[in-house]
């Protein structure tokens, strides 16, 4: 608990600084860093263990992320929303179904593809519109961590019934509950922080709430990975939390639903 704590408590100060002082190039290769490494630890997930094997996938990534950003991110979006819809499917049936994926490596690496690469174009494209975007990602940002710590809190202290037991033992609808009231306190806080109109907050608490509901999606999907390779982290690099992964894991599904979400709402009131 105290090594989840110190590291939160240093990595959230200075990712923070750098959302604001990096130019968008250089925020995009940081984020693009980030997400290379998530895909080092997703080879695991695939069952690959030999480091030369495990080294093509991020390599693989690495390409796949360059030619993404031609790509037409509004379509990538969309078919990333459909994507965790099918992993919000996976996850609800587990175990059934899982010997379609299961046995294959090769879909659990475009499983890999698919949920790394539209969350980097999220990301990045919701920090590169101007003016709003680097305070809009830090909403998201904070979103997910309040709704992260306050599932974790309500787990522990009132914790008693499994949210997805085949899944990840860990998790409670105790703790589920505790995220979205942490979710609806953040999101009016800041609607009325903003002075955003009031005719918008009812869209926008549904966003926010939809947006993390899909956070928790993707954070058991992960466990639900991991649980086929018996693994109880996707890596150790950060102290009392893990690999990368197991701290993007709620992002991966988080950004794209996000902006689809953002997107659909300018579009109804512009």
């Not at 630890?41 to 796949?64: C, D, N, T």
């Not at 993404?68 to 049936?93: H, K, Q």
């Not at 037991?165 to 009016?188: F, H, M, N, R």
């Not at 999907?221 to 893990?242: A, C, I, T, V, W």
């Amino acid at each position: 608990m105290l090594k989840r704590i110190l590291t939160a408590v240093v990595l959230i100060p200075v990712f923070v600084a750098l959302l604001f002082l990096l130019p968008p190039k250089a925020f995009c290769v940081l984020t693009g860093i980030i997400v290379l490494w998530a895909a080092w630890e997703w080879s695991r997930l695939m069952g690959l263990r030999q480091v030369k094997y495990r080294a093509m996938y991020p390599l693989i990534l690495f390409f796949l992320l360059i030619a993404s950003i031609w790509l037409y991110i509004p379509g990538v979006i969309i078919g990333a929303f459909v994507w965790w819809l099918v992993a919000a499917f996976l996850v609800i049936c587990y175990p059934k179904f899982s010997q379609v994926w299961s046995k294959s490596m090769i879909l659990r690496g475009l499983m890999g593809f698919v949920t790394l690469i539209p969350c980097w174009l999220a990301i990045n494209f919701i920090r590169n519109v101007p003016d709003t975007g680097v305070y809009v990602l830090l909403f998201l940002f904070v979103l997910i961590w309040g709704a992260d710590s306050g599932a974790y809190f309500a787990g522990r202290r009132f914790g008693k019934t499994l949210l997805a037991p085949d899944v990840s033992p860990g998790k409670t609808w105790q703790g589920l509950y505790g995220a979205l009231i942490v979710t609806g306190v953040i999101t009016l806080a800041v609607l009325y922080g903003t002075g955003v109109p009031y005719g918008l907050w009812f869209f926008a608490c549904l966003i926010a709430i939809v947006t993390v509901l899909f956070s928790i999606v993707g954070d058991l999907f992960e466990s639900m990975l991991k649980r086929n390779e018996g693994l109880k982290d996707s890596g150790q690099l950060l102290p009392g939390h893990g690999g990368i992964l197991d701290r993007i894991d709620s992002l991966t599904a988080a950004a794209p639903v996000f902006l689809f979400g953002t997107d659909l709402m300018q579009k109804m009131f512009s």
